[in-house]
């Protein structure tokens, strides 16, 4: 086997190999006498069928598909000879594959890039810094209320946290727009559910009334036709709802999986998981950051094979989440493209850390990590024996290992504390749309 090895770009290599034509022809010779002893043919015998009608009736395929396997087989050889990790499975092109001759043939393929961590100081990271307020608990819980709430249709002009019921139909430049239009609509106003000043110009209107106002889309507004335009809205005021909030009692608190016999005790255990939330917010807020500047300040040419790949497993986590009705191939790749490239690039820089500083998941921290997920359940003991399953534990190290690679880059990078209030940090840690 004759090998050599040429450098296409950083990542893509394209390698030559040639097979002595024996090892070929002698391969074709032993599937042909293999087939003959088998193969049923009208007008022989099994296994009596002449060679010289197997090989016209076979010949080609059976060649065609031992070049296949020789490709495959002295191509891993060639690798392990050259001491190369492919990225994935490579495109194999045949130069010459006649009988007699000497096969050829080229498989390009990626490997693994090298990688250069960039400098880290120039990492910035805007960390929120947030508490829990008095103020923040009262919200949410009247939230939680709200959830639970009856509507009672009521006479009274409209205020916020109402629903009002509406028609409503939209013109721009005196021409009605797609989508613009609603019969029998019920929204909650102050919710934010529609563009700037449509709910608020609602605030007041009594069942029964007509409103014409006048908006505008927003610069951002997901329909590019209608960004920025003015446009005037008709809206006619079927009802108003007001919400019967229910009673702070033992029958509420169990809805939302909290064993609590008063309203303190029911208070105390909003406030703890606010608590959990703010900090599992911040702390997503500040990995993204990480990530993000690891990003700019690092180069790295990817291997399109891994972003396959990770696009493969993105498709197939969609259709799961949808129920799992379409083959996930039925799902159009490119949709998926900016995502699945984001995360190849951050796995690879992430591993690259870990490695060049032997970073790892203590036994400790991994049982802190297990701890802290097991208090969020009723049940703590059965997700502890959960995380006894190795590979379940395996998930947990993972996740512990990726906290010390963020804990690393916060140790040198631009690290800017940015006071907040609690819904807004929580927004922070949200993905941006765009």
């Known amino acids: 086997m004759q090998v050599s090895v040429e450098t296409t770009s950083n990542i893509e290599r394209r390698m030559t190999i040639g097979v002595p034509a024996q090892e ?29 009608v197997v090989k016209r009736r076979f010949g080609a395929s059976v060649r065609q598909e031992i070049v296949g396997e020789v490709m495959r087989d002295n191509y891993i050889k060639a690798l392990e000879e050259q001491d190369i990790s492919p ?61 639970q709430a009856t509507m009672k249709s009521v006479k009274r002009k409209s205020k916020n946290k109402d629903v009002v019921v509406i028609d409503f139909k939209g013109f721009i430049d005196g021409e009605e727009f797609e989508g613009g239009a609603a019969e029998g609509h019920r929204l909650t106003l102050g919710s934010g559910q529609m563009i700037p000043g449509f709910e608020k110009a609602i605030v007041g209107a009594k069942a029964g009334e007509e409103l014409e106002i006048d908006v505008t889309f927003p610069e951002d507004y997901q329909n590019e036709d209608l960004a920025g335009k003015p446009a005037k809205f008709e809206i006619k005021v079927h009802e108003v709802e007001e919400p019967q909030l229910p009673e702070l009692d033992e029958e509420l608190f169990k809805k939302f999986g909290i064993e609590a016999d008063s309203e303190e005790a029911f208070r105390a255990e909003v406030q703890k998981n606010m608590v959990r939330e703010l900090k599992q917010a911040v702390s997503t807020k500040v990995k993204t950051d990480v990530v993000d500047g690891l990003l700019e300040t690092t180069e790295l040419d990817i291997p399109q094979a891994l972003i396959d790949q990770e696009i493969d497993r993105l498709r197939q986590d969609a259709v799961q989440r949808f129920g799992g009705q379409v083959d996930f191939q039925q799902l159009p790749k ?54 006894s399953n190795p590979e379940q534990r395996s998930q947990i190290e993972s996740t512990v290992l990726e906290d010390a690679v963020v804990d690393h880059v916060l140790a040198q990078a631009k690290v800017t504390e940015t006071k907040m209030k609690y819904e807004d940090a929580i927004k922070a840690a949200q993905p941006q749309q765009g």
């Open 24 to 52: 070929v022809d002698a391969a074709v010779q032993k599937r042909l006498q293999d087939t003959a002893r088998t193969v049923r043919l009208n007008g022989f015998r099994p296994g009596k069928v002449p060679m010289s």
């Open 87 to 147: 990225a994935g499975w490579p495109q194999f092109e045949p130069k010459t594959m006649e009988e007699g001759k000497d096969l050829e043939f080229v498989a390009i393929f990626e490997v693994m890039p090298e990688i250069v961590i960039g400098d880290l100081s120039a990492v910035s990271v805007d960390k929120p810094v947030a508490e829990v307020t008095d103020k923040d608990i009262d919200t949410m819980i009247d939230n939680l209320r709200r959830q």
């Open 334 to 387: 490119e949709i998926f493209q900016d995502q699945a490239t984001r995360r190849v690039k951050t796995g690879l820089l992430f591993q690259e850390i870990v490695k060049q500083n032997d970073l790892k998941a203590e036994p400790a921290q991994v049982e802190e990590k297990i701890q802290e997920i097991a208090s969020t359940y009723e049940q703590p003991e059965e997700v502890i024996a959960h995380f």
